[in-house]
């Protein structure tokens, strides 16, 4: 692993966080968490504390960050942001969401009306 990845798991373990025999990489499917050796148990546990709601965070110079006014304590917010550049957001997630929504607008009118029909109803 990096040091990046050292360092996210030893401050998500000091916030409470569980992370056990696992790493970020490609996969079949695509960016995901996987074992690190598949002979034996993975763990992770993310504490309430971590969880940042979604109404909570906003782009700022094309980064996630929580919004300023939300009462997170500079630990969690700094954790956050290292996150986000590092692993999601900054990594590679901006991209694959944008790949993503690229492909739904390419849908067909009649197949955006049934999904929104089924999903939202």
């Known amino acids: 692993m990096d040091e990046n990845w050292d360092f996210l798991l030893s401050e ?22 996987f074992s690190i050796d598949s002979s034996l148990k993975a763990r992770i546990f993310t504490p309430s504390k971590l969880m940042i709601r979604k109404d909570d965070i906003y782009l700022e110079d094309n980064k996630l960050r929580i919004k ?3 009462k997170y304590n500079q ?18 997630g901006k991209d694959c969401t ?22 939202f109803s």
């Open 75 to 92: 630990e969690i917010r700094k954790f956050f942001n290292f996150y986000q550049d590092n692993f999601s957001w900054g990594s590679g």
């Open 12 to 33: 998500f373990r000091r916030l409470g966080g569980i992370a056990d025999n696992v790493c970020q990489k490609e996969g079949e499917y695509g960016r995901g968490i």
């Open 68 to 70: 300023k006014n939300k």
């Open 98 to 119: 944008e790949l993503f929504e690229k492909g739904l607008s390419l849908f067909n009118p009649k197949l955006k009306k049934l999904i929104k029909k089924i999903c």
